[in-house]
């Protein structure tokens, strides 16, 4: 019977590894973190992140310190755990499709230093069906290898992580064998929320259906902005209607904007999609949610190019580039995204996030707006709210049109305006 505490190596030290392994030594386990990266590992240990989150910082040198955490690149190690917990990412290339094979990778070279019995936890992301596949590859590598497995699926929000898996609104366990329930539940003791403990096709499953819920929330309510405008309703007042109606909910995705963006959603309505047309099952839903969202990135162009005539020449300044506020992450992002398209068109480029160290990225929103023409907030930062609308107007370029992708500043809509800009929000 294994003890209160359990000796965990968590494998990936990439965004999802390096939160884990800190969040699960806080909980009061002893935690290796094992990567083949030198540099990810060096600077893990003067509590330098490969990805910042809030928060983080702070809890790797807690736990570093109380003797608790650890990292290394040695994989013998795996010889001495209880539990090895595979957090390997899987990458989302440009068709938002996952790459699995870093898991399988780390899985066989994981296998000769592990002891019978071991339970292999899996948090990656990976498709519906996967613990087939994975049972498959150990047996294949280590013929008499005896082990149970779960699969917890993650459910970390990118600027929010520490909190995510901190004050979880309910963590999901899908496991094969009933007998390792409570040393796994034994892991999460302090954590107090509703655990559902479910097979592990199910836990697949419920991390796909999540993300496509809360993308078919986000393309339902496109949908309804698009005709807000046309009849002249407001989207904010119609989403905070559907918002107090109980059988919704405060928390509903129903936030009208230029698109959702960071591939994780859409990775999870491909693995739908795709798992569903090996079985020749038609999921019109998905499609049109997959459709919607990348046809949604042209209401850009579509609203400021009436009133700006020609992007050619012209200055466009992006405040916020990243995929979402709070992480200094560009991957998928929606905003660089749109910035290329300006770039095709001929338009001349700032860009400002103070999440972005590097040399071409401005953190000074007045300085990034002189002499634009144009300024398109897509990734909003809770500074935006604090600016000087009237100091910015003056920075600007006629037509002045400032572009609310998210609508983060329609109730600062009437100051705008009275600033000399011309306001151009979503749905409204």
């Given amino acids: 019977m294994l003890g209160t505490n359990m000796k965990i190596v968590v494998i990936g030290l990439s965004h999802l590894g390096e939160v884990y392994s800190a969040c699960l030594a806080d909980l009061g386990h002893d935690i290796v973190g094992i990567d083949e990266n030198r540099d990810v590992v060096a600077n893990l240990h003067k509590a330098i992140p490969p990805l910042a989150e809030p928060k983080l910082e702070e809890m790797l040198k807690r736990n570093m310190k109380k003797g608790r955490l650890t990292f290394t690149t040695d994989f013998t190690l795996l010889a001495g755990c209880d539990v090895i917990w595979t957090t390997v990412d899987t990458p989302i290339d440009k068709r938002n499709k996952a790459n699995t094979n870093n898991i399988f990778a780390h899985i066989k070279k994981s296998l000769p230093y592990l002891k019978n019995g071991m339970l292999f936890i899996v948090s990656s992301q990976l498709p519906v069906g996967s613990f087939t596949n994975i049972s498959t590859c150990i047996k294949a590598h280590r013929k008499d290898f005896q082990f149970d497995y779960a699969y917890v699926p993650e459910n970390l929000r990118l600027g929010e992580a520490v909190d995510s898996f901190m004050k979880p609104s309910r963590i999901v366990i899908g496991i094969d064998t009933m007998k390792r329930k409570e040393e796994i539940l034994r892991i999460f003791r302090k954590l107090k929320t509703n655990i559902l403990i479910v097979s592990v096709a199910s836990a697949e499953m419920i991390k796909h259906a999540t993300n496509a819920y809360l993308a078919t929330s986000l393309s339902f309510i496109y949908d309804i902005a698009d005709v807000c405008e046309r009849f002249g309703a407001d989207i904010s007042e119609v989403s905070r209607g559907l918002r107090a109606d109980a059988r919704i909910g405060e928390k509903a995705y129903l936030d009208a904007s230029a698109g959702f963006s960071g591939g994780h959603l859409e990775r999870d309505l491909h693995y739908l999609q795709n798992i569903a047309k090996s079985k020749k099952i038609n999921l019109p839903?998905?499609?049109?949610?997959?459709?919607?969202?990348?046809?949604?990135?042209?209401?850009?162009?579509?609203?400021?190019?009436?009133?700006?005539?020609?992007?050619?020449?012209?200055?466009?300044?992006?405040?916020?580039?990243?995929?979402?506020?709070?992480?200094?992450?560009?991957?998928?992002?929606?905003?660089?995204?749109?910035?290329?398209?300006?770039?095709?068109?001929?338009?001349?480029?700032?860009?400002?996030?103070?999440?972005?160290?590097?040399?071409?990225?401005?953190?000074?929103?007045?300085?990034?707006?002189?002499?634009?023409?144009?300024?398109?907030?897509?990734?909003?930062?809770?500074?935006?709210?604090?600016?000087?609308?009237?100091?910015?107007?003056?920075?600007?370029?006629?037509?002045?049109?400032?572009?609310?992708?998210?609508?983060y500043f329609a109730e600062a809509r009437t100051i705008i305006e009275a600033a000399g800009m011309r306001y151009i929000g979503v749905g409204r």
């Fill in 285 to 407: 839903v998905i499609a049109s949610v997959i459709r919607k969202n990348k046809e949604r990135k042209k209401i850009v162009f579509e609203k400021i190019t009436p009133h700006l005539g020609t992007w050619k020449g012209k200055t466009v300044t992006f405040l916020g580039l990243t995929y979402k506020s709070g992480t200094p992450t560009l991957a998928h992002s929606l905003p660089m995204t749109i910035v290329k398209e300006a770039l095709a068109r001929g338009a001349k480029i700032n860009l400002c996030d103070p999440w972005v160290k590097k040399r071409d990225y401005s953190a000074d929103p007045y300085e990034a707006a002189r002499g634009s023409h144009v300024i398109i907030c897509i990734t909003p930062w809770a500074d935006l709210k604090k600016l000087d609308f009237r100091k910015i107007a003056r920075l600007m370029a006629t037509p002045k049109i400032f572009f609310d992708a998210r609508n």
